[in-house]
């Protein structure tokens, strides 16, 4: 089964045509920007449309070329004037790429009604569906804010639940980019406090205010302390979710009773988990953390005497 | 390659001129590239309009018809071949062009490359200054996303292993109705076949490829579908009272109905539906947070407590 379509020098053909009608002149390294193709594949494209046409192949019926002087222009070519319909995984990915848009707009925005119609339309005329939901839980002044500051490149003070720690804390971040993993939106950037590069989940950012650059020192190059911990945990019983929680791959050919490494920047993050996930799993190494999960547990176990 | 590629664009042509079906005769006699025997043409022909068809290029047969004998003729209607440019403003063109490129280096950028292409021979650059400023976004999602959507689109069938809570794979057929994503994960959901009843299904609890039948029109969508996307029964909510430490718990307290403050602790009441996942999620918050009640919840959370502390003495 075939994953996707090859990028045949056809279709790129087809779809050349079109486009150099509207733009007309256009240089042959843009032509090969646009097209993600290298110059001289480009020469060839052209080379094989000179040849093409109406049946009969003469002068009167042959697509007309010119392309000597590196810009590009093209006449007699009216039958593949327009450009081809989008394909429904094509549309899929535009419509999921539109709601991922309507959302990021904040619900007051005149944008969101437009969006919301040209959704519908190119979903009822493809019957490609748009997604069911996309959840995404921000609020408009923050999404206000965030969009502002990368806009404007003005820095930000957040306060941030970090979910590991289970604490609340303040920070100023330069920010550059939002990351979407489907649902959740991570904005990448500088963190003061940390002096290095974080991303923030959007959704657990408590409140964002733009502040005026500080004077930050530029990010350094110089490599960071690796603080990594090795660990090894037993799994003790034949569950899904330990499988996904340490997204081991081979979710196949785990069973009860095998051990695997992990590795943690967090300590806290492992001492956790290991504890959510009830007795299914167990830390075996190293002998520190062991212990720790045993004690944290009889500390909250403490909590019912 | 190039004398192929030249061969097919010709085709293209000639299906998409004509207002009347074309008979292969006509084909071999009038498009260029056809050459050789009758025979090797025919077997030309035949892979050209497979080829075609792989790329997406819908080609019309006409039945038999008395005035060509018995040869039967074949043509591209433009409505099906082109896009419909009239029908979107210039501004839409653009929100579609900026859809498009949200999936830069993500999981359907090659997709998206190709809609971006026809999408640049729509119109010139649109009124970007109407669109406000954007942060940029970047998009993944599932490999196999493009297999659902199309099984969604052209109702065909899918069918993979799926991975149980028990860690038993086993193979499923699916009629798929609806997408979605929510709290980090996509879901598609539809008709179980095998157990003929509605189930939703986690993306990357699939082992492996998702397989998508050839034929198309198997299944309808009920008009009515309604995914469950909170996979909740309302039925069996409960309540749970817990002791939540002040400053602490915040995911527990965005969950909660009431809060009642108190010194060192404050009292806080959630309604769940799923008691694993309350455990869970009470178990991660360690000695911030105790069970008040029910009963049966403060109990596991006890015994799972237990086993914990003994497994690592």
Not at chain 1, 59 to 70: K, R, V
Not at chain 1, 118 to 123: A, K
Not at chain 2, 197 to 224: H, M, Q, W
Not at chain 2, 246 to 264: K, Y
Request: with cysteine; glycine share 4%; net charge negative.
């Amino acid at each position: 089964m075939s994953r996707q379509i090859p990028d045949s020098q056809v279709i790129r053909l087809l779809d050349l045509v079109p486009y150099l009608i509207l733009n007309q002149g256009v240089a042959l390294e843009q032509i090969a920007r646009d097209f993600q193709i290298t110059k001289s594949d480009v020469i060839d494209d052209l080379n094989t449309l000179w040849m093409c046409g109406l049946p009969g192949y003469t002068p009167l019926e042959l697509i007309d070329l010119s392309f000597d002087t590196g810009f590009v222009s093209i006449r007699n070519a009216e039958v593949l004037s327009n450009p081809r319909k989008l394909t429904s995984i094509e549309m899929g990915a535009i419509i999921i790429g539109l709601c991922i848009l309507r959302d990021s707009f904040s619900a007051v925005d005149s944008q969101v009604q437009g969006l919301e119609n040209l959704i519908d339309r190119l979903s009822k005329k493809s019957n490609v569906k748009a997604p069911a939901i996309l959840s995404t839980v921000v609020t408009a002044e923050l999404r206000s804010a965030v969009n502002t500051a990368i806009a404007t490149k003005k820095d930000l003070k957040i306060s941030y639940h970090s979910f590991s720690r289970d604490e609340v804390s303040s920070r100023e971040i330069t920010p550059f980019t939002i990351v979407h993993d489907g649902t959740f939106e991570y904005l990448e950037s500088f963190c003061q406090l940390a002096q290095d590069f974080r991303s923030f989940r959007l959704d657990r950012i408590l409140s964002a205010v733009l502040i005026e650059k500080t004077d930050s020192q530029a990010p350094g190059n110089e490599p960071k302390e690796d603080s990594r911990v090795d660990v090894q945990i037993r799994i003790t019983s034949n569950s899904r979710k330990v499988v996904e929680t340490f997204h081991l791959n081979n979710a196949g050919e785990i069973h009860q009773g095998d051990v695997f490494n992990s590795s943690v920047y967090n300590p806290e993050w492992i001492i956790r988990t290991i504890c959510s996930l009830k007795s299914w799993a167990e830390v075996v190494q190293p002998p520190e953390l062991r212990s720790q999960v045993g004690m944290r547990a009889q500390r909250a176990l403490d909590m019912y005497v | 390659m190039s004398r192929k590629s030249e061969r097919l664009v010709n085709l293209v042509i000639a299906l998409l001129a004509t207002k009347r079906y074309i008979t292969k005769s006509e084909i071999f006699r009038t498009i260029e590239g056809y050459e050789g025997s009758n025979e090797s043409m025919e077997r030309m022909f035949e892979r050209d309009k497979d080829e075609l068809r792989a790329l997406g290029i819908e080609i019309e047969v006409s039945g038999l018809d008395p005035l060509f004998d018995d040869e039967v003729g074949y043509r591209i209607l433009a409505e099906n071949f082109e896009m419909d440019r009239k029908g979107y403003s210039a501004n839409e063109i653009a929100y579609m062009s900026l859809a498009a490129q949200l999936w830069k280096d993500a999981s359907l950028s090659d997709v998206s490359q190709k809609a971006l292409r026809k999408l640049s021979a729509v119109s010139g650059p649109a009124d970007i200054a109407e669109i406000p400023a954007f942060a940029p976004v970047i998009l993944t999602a599932p490999l196999f996303l493009r297999e659902i959507i199309d099984g969604i689109t052209d109702r065909r069938v899918v069918e993979f292993k799926y991975l149980d809570s028990e860690m038993k794979t086993n193979l499923r057929k699916v009629h798929v109705y609806s997408y979605f994503s929510l709290r980090g994960f996509w879901y598609f959901s539809g008709l179980d076949v095998d157990k003929s009843e509605n189930r939703t299904f986690r993306c990357d609890r699939v082992v492996g490829e998702l397989a998508i039948a050839k034929k198309a029109n198997s299944y309808e969508i009920p008009a009515d579908y309604e995914p469950n996307t909170t996979f909740s029964d309302i039925s069996v909510s409960s309540q749970a009272v817990l002791r939540v430490r002040v400053g602490r718990g915040s995911q527990l307290r965005s969950l909660a109905s009431t809060i009642e403050s108190g010194e060192e602790f404050d009292v806080v009441q959630i309604a769940y539906s799923s008691e694993e996942e309350m455990i869970s999620l009470i178990l991660w918050h360690l000695d911030d947070v105790c069970v008040i009640r029910p009963e049966t919840l403060k109990n596991s959370v006890v015994q799972a407590l237990k086993k914990l502390v003994k497994a690592h003495v």
